[in-house]
């Protein structure tokens, strides 16, 4: 029956003991901009990567012009296939391995970035 903000007539103001039940149940990580950034980029590019290895789309440019036309993503990054390019591919692909997650199947980097990382390639 609890929820993030306790409302009253100030407006929503944090619940204290909502966030000190979430502070319990997950270690404390201090993350910088930049692997908060890898990992949404790395996050969807390696969905992107599942779509393209089970032929659900033909070009890694077509992800990313969904996701910009279509998911708002935003356009200075050109869209999360041409992002995971241009942040490194092994950049990315090393913060998807490292991110400590329950769910290590949502994280765990589609075969496709090997290949790709090993002979040097990229998405887009």
Excluded: C
């Amino acid at each position: 029956g609890l929820g993030f903000y306790i409302w009253g007539p100030d407006g929503p103001q944090p619940d204290i003991e909502v966030l000190e039940l979430l502070d319990a149940g997950r270690p404390k990580q201090d993350w910088d901009a930049g692997t908060i950034l890898r990992l949404f980029i790395g996050a969807i590019a390696n969905e992107g990567a599942r779509m393209l290895g089970e032929g659900m789309v033909q070009r890694a440019s077509d992800i990313d012009a969904i996701a910009l036309l279509g998911l708002e993503f935003p356009r200075d990054l050109g869209g999360p296939m041409l992002a995971a390019s241009e942040q490194g591919m092994f950049a990315v692909k090393r913060a998807l391995e490292q991110f400590d997650h329950p769910d290590r199947g949502f994280w765990d980097p589609h075969p496709l970035w090997a290949e790709r990382v090993k002979n040097g390639q990229v998405f887009v």
